[in-house]
């Protein structure tokens, strides 16, 4: 198990910003995926972004345009830009990551190895 820990949750209004980041410590596969899903009360567990060790990236629809993935290697990290965020967006927002993978098609992954705790976001209107 691979310990990953998130931060950067908040209470914002409508429209705001926020910036998710996930420190993936030991991470030291040459091929990995590592993804930002959410889960809002009563709801499933949806995937948001992806990215792969190449860098190639993948999106819901509900939130291209308003949300970007990126990785700092140098420091482990992963992060989530929130551009844009609305009510609909309120969740725990969870990191996860995935040995040997890279993203095909675009498509978005939903089987991963390791999850961190989740960091929550709240959208007041």
């Known amino acids: 198990q691979v310990p990953l820990v998130e931060s950067g949750g908040d209470s914002v209004q409508a429209g705001e910003s926020l910036r998710l980041s996930c420190v993936v410590s030991?991470?030291?596969?040459?091929?990995?995926?590592m993804a930002w899903f959410r889960q809002a009360p009563g709801k499933e567990r949806e995937g948001v972004a992806m990215?792969?060790?190449?860098?190639?990236?993948a999106y819901a629809d509900s939130v291209k345009g308003r949300f970007s993935i990126s990785k700092d290697s140098a420091k482990n990290t992963l992060h989530l830009q929130m551009n844009s965020l609305q009510p609909g967006d309120t969740a725990m927002y969870y990191c996860a990551a995935e040995p040997w993978c890279v993203v095909v098609g675009g498509k978005l992954r939903y089987d991963y190895k390791d999850w961190g705790q989740g960091t929550q976001v709240t959208v007041s209107s």
């Open positions: 990215i792969d060790s190449n860098g190639d990236t």
């Open positions: 030991g991470y030291t596969y040459k091929t990995y995926c």
